[in-house]
């Protein structure tokens, strides 16, 4: 299973999943030329996908889901409520899954969606099952909650926000502490204190990999985050960190191996 994040932040998130014979994404957050042009820097194509998920309905997870449906007429699996406020067709533009539902998306990968607490939103986090194991992809959640827990638990590659620091986020001049509260409340996101202390309890020998993605722009650093979750599993995690940032893709992993491979233009 090969795992590429075309990038990920306030301002646009996807990832690409393929197998020998399913390719996926996770999450339609850009404009349908990024996502054509992110895609091509993997020699993948639009045509080639075989399924999109999407966690939630907000523009920079779900913004070009519709006209994907139209336009490449591939599959977007979504539960009911993301469905709606996307304004897709539940019978011929989306296939609506339930949460916990486990569904086939190709002959050799499968997924698993989990619900997470996120503002208004039904978002929800997924495990994708493929021959080699298991990875896991979660963004844009207010707290872990102990049913994300366990299902993340034994997958050997995690993709995780961590959206902000602490420190930054309150010493933010330019946000209302409104905004503030909302962003650290149990609807909001994860600081990197709580991704830290939540891969603290995931981490297991066969964790090759983990990804910190959806990184503020304003209250984070990727030095502050990879710092603040390294700190905390140094000593049990034997693979890999790296950061999904906005403008990718970056690097490849694939299921199995701890070190990603750098894409060749970065
Ligand atoms: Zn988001
Ligand atoms: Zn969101």
Not at 23 to 47: H, N
Not at 193 to 210: G, K, Y
Request: glycine share 8%; aromatic share 6%; net charge negative.
């Amino acid at each position: 299973m090969e795992i590429v994040h075309l990038g990920s932040g306030s301002r646009g998130n996807a990832a690409m999943v393929r197998t020998e014979e399913t390719t996926i994404l996770i999450d339609c957050g850009f404009s349908m030329r990024q996502i054509e042009r992110r895609l091509a820097m993997v020699y993948a194509k639009p045509e080639d996908l075989d399924a999109i998920l999407i966690t939630h309905h907000h523009g920079d997870h779900g913004k070009s889901a519709r006209a994907a449906a139209k336009k490449w007429d591939v599959e977007i699996h979504a539960n009911f409520e993301t469905c709606a406020r996307l304004s897709l067709d539940p019978v011929n533009q989306c296939r609506v899954f339930e949460s916990l539902e486990r569904r086939d998306l190709g002959p050799d990968l499968s997924m698993l969606p989990i619900p997470i607490p996120h503002d208004d939103a039904e978002n929800v986090a997924f495990v994708l099952n493929g021959p080699e194991g298991r990875a896991g992809f979660m963004t844009d959640l207010g707290e872990p909650t102990e049913e994300l827990i366990k299902h993340m638990s034994g997958c050997q590659h995690i993709s995780v926000e961590a959206n902000y620091d602490v420190n930054r986020l309150f010493g933010n001049m330019k946000y209302p502490q409104s905004l503030k509260d909302r962003i650290h409340g149990r609807g909001g996101h994860l600081s990197n204190r709580q991704t830290a202390m939540m891969l603290d309890r995931l981490v297991h020998d066969n964790l090759d990999s983990i990804v910190l993605c959806h990184l503020s722009s304003e209250n984070n650093a990727p030095h502050l985050a990879e710092s603040e979750v390294l700190c905390q599993i140094d000593e049990d995690f034997k693979g890999e960190i790296q950061i999904s940032k906005q403008d990718g893709p970056e690097f490849t992993h694939w299921l199995g191996q701890r070190a990603a491979e750098p894409l060749r233009w970065t």
